[in-house]
């Protein structure tokens, strides 16, 4: 079932996620239904804040997408496909190194709206999938970037709250329509 996704000026994304503590059938209708609610919009990230549910939970796809990216899962490289899209219930991040990247990135509640973000090249991140099985991804790239506009969601936290003042600046006037759009349709 499409989901609606929420936009920019709806208080959902800024709210910070609940764990998951119920690895069923809802939590799984519930990936079924953003994964399709993902593909549909062409997006590879969609967190449960912008469906509307303030929940530590995210779903990434990155299948089909030149794989320019190092990953290990569980200490092993299976092939994309084995594993996505994934169903990330709980992460907690780490960086691994000092080194930064800074690259262009958009978001399904923003729509129209690019802008670059610097962020850790490497990540590390222990999870749950929807059974409730724990796992570790250790990644860069655009998997780890992914991985890490996720997790912000899941915290409260938006690409914008992450971007240089310039880079903002650039983008200001339309985000500030979206958000009064959003506000506008909310009140209906
Ligand atoms: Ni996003």
Not at 142 to 157: K, M, S, T
Request: negative net charge.
């Amino acid at each position: 079932m499409l989901l609606q996704i929420v936009q920019y000026g709806d208080k959902t994304l800024h709210q910070i996620g609940e764990p998951v503590t119920e690895f069923d059938g809802k939590l799984k209708k519930l990936f079924d239904d953003m994964v399709e609610t993902m593909f549909k919009a062409e997006g590879i990230g969609l967190a449960a804040q912008q469906v509307g549910l303030a929940m530590q939970f995210c779903v990434v796809d990155l299948t089909g997408i030149d794989p320019d990216f190092e990953y290990r899962l569980d200490g092993a490289a299976p092939p994309l496909e084995f594993f996505m899209p994934m169903g990330i219930c709980n992460p907690k991040l780490e960086y691994l190194g000092a080194e930064k990247e800074e690259a262009e990135e958009g978001c399904l509640s923003f729509p129209d709206v690019r802008g670059d973000v610097e962020r850790p090249e490497w990540i590390r991140c222990e999870y749950q999938d929807i059974q409730g099985n724990p796992h570790v991804i250790e990644c860069n790239g655009l998997l780890g970037r992914c991985i890490q506009h996720e997790v912000d969601h899941l915290n409260g936290v938006l690409f914008t709250d992450r971007m240089r003042k310039r880079t903002l600046k650039r983008i200001q006037m339309q985000i500030n329509q979206l958000k009064a759009k959003t506000l506008q349709r909310t009140k209906r």
